[in-house]
C-alpha cells in the first residue's frame, strides 16, 4: 500500500507563489507516475501536471503551463509542484496521485493512490 501527503497550501496574494510537496510512504515503483490534480467548489477534479517517475516525461495543463513546474526527488520518494504567478482562479483544493499511468498521464483512471488534499486558495 502507498499512502501520499500533501502539503504546504496556504492563502497567497495573486501573482505569489506556493510550493507543494507530496510524500509518499511505502513502496513505490520505477514505471509508476505521479501528478496533481485540483478541485474547486462546484466543479469537476481536473488535471494539473504529473511526471512519469524514471523517465521525467512532464505533462501540463494549457491553464498551467509557463507558470507551474513540476518535480521530483526519486530519493526521497517526494513529488513537488511549484506554483508562480498564482491567478484567483488557480484557488482549489490540490490533491497529489500516483498510479500506473495506463490511461495516460492526464487521466484520473490512470491513478489507484490519492493524498487527501491541501487547500490553496489566491485572493485578489
Known amino acids: 500500500q502507498v499512502q501520499l501527503v500533501e502539503s504546504g497550501g496556504g492563502l497567497v496574494q495573486a501573482g505569489g507563489s506556493l510550493r507543494l510537496s507530496c510524500a509518499a510512504s511505502?513502496?513505490?515503483?520505477?514505471?509508476?507516475?505521479v501528478g496533481w490534480f485540483r478541485q474547486a467548489p462546484g466543479k469537476e477534479r481536473e488535471f494539473v501536471a504529473s511526471i512519469s517517475w524514471n523517465i521525467g516525461f512532464q505533462s501540463y495543463a494549457d491553464s498551467v503551463k509557463d507558470r507551474f513546474i513540476i518535480s521530483k526527488d526519486n530519493a526521497k520518494n517526494t513529488m513537488y509542484l511549484q506554483m508562480n504567478s498564482l491567478k484567483p482562479e488557480d484557488t482549489a483544493v490540490y490533491y497529489c496521485?500516483?498510479?500506473?499511468?495506463?490511461?495516460?498521464?492526464?487521466?484520473?483512471?490512470?491513478?489507484?493512490?490519492w493524498g487527501q488534499g491541501t487547500q490553496v486558495t489566491v485572493s485578489s
Open positions: 496521485a500516483l498510479g500506473t499511468g495506463n490511461f495516460g498521464l492526464r487521466y484520473t483512471l490512470s491513478y489507484q493512490s
Open positions: 511505502g513502496r513505490t515503483f520505477s514505471n509508476s507516475v
